[in-house]
Structures are given as structure tokens and as C-alpha cells.
């Protein structure tokens, strides 16, 4: 995979049409994970990476191409 990330990796990531959020991986998703009251849905085949902001510490999951390293 040609987007794949690891914890630690610094990355930024568009919010919502703004500029990009700075942030930190966390870690890497590859089965379905409950978050923050939702169901992210996720695979070895379809990963997603759960994300800290820098500017505000929330946390996040994104799919690996809305990631991009820093």
C-alpha cells in the first residue's frame, strides 16, 4: 500500500474545506473499531488511521488517501 502510515508518522489532513489540520497517527485500523460512540468501519485490506490534532488534540479516523505526510 503506498499510503501506509505508522505511529508517530506527522501528517495533515483537510477539516471540513479548511486549511490543513496538522496531527499525529496513533494508530492503524484493520478491523471494525467502536470510536467515540460510532462504528468505524475498517479492514487489512482498507485501513483507516486514527489521528491526534495538534491544534486542538481531538482525535479522528480518516481513510488513508484524505492523509498526507508532513
Known amino acids: 500500500m503506498a499510503d501506509d502510515f505508522k505511529q ?3 501528517v495533515v489532513w483537510s477539516s471540513h474545506g479548511k486549511d490543513d489540520t496538522p496531527g499525529v497517527v496513533e494508530r492503524k485500523l484493520t478491523s471494525d473499531t ?3 460512540g460510532r462504528t468505524v468501519r475498517a479492514s487489512q ?3 483507516q488511521y486514527l489521528v491526534r490534532s495538534e491544534k486542538g488534540g ?3 479516523v480518516h481513510k488513508p488517501d484524505a ?3 508532513r
Open 34 to 36: 467502536e470510536l467515540a
Open 8 to 10: 508517530g508518522d506527522k
Open 58 to 60: 481531538g482525535e479522528a
Open 45 to 47: 485490506e482498507e485501513p
Open 67 to 69: 492523509l498526507k505526510r
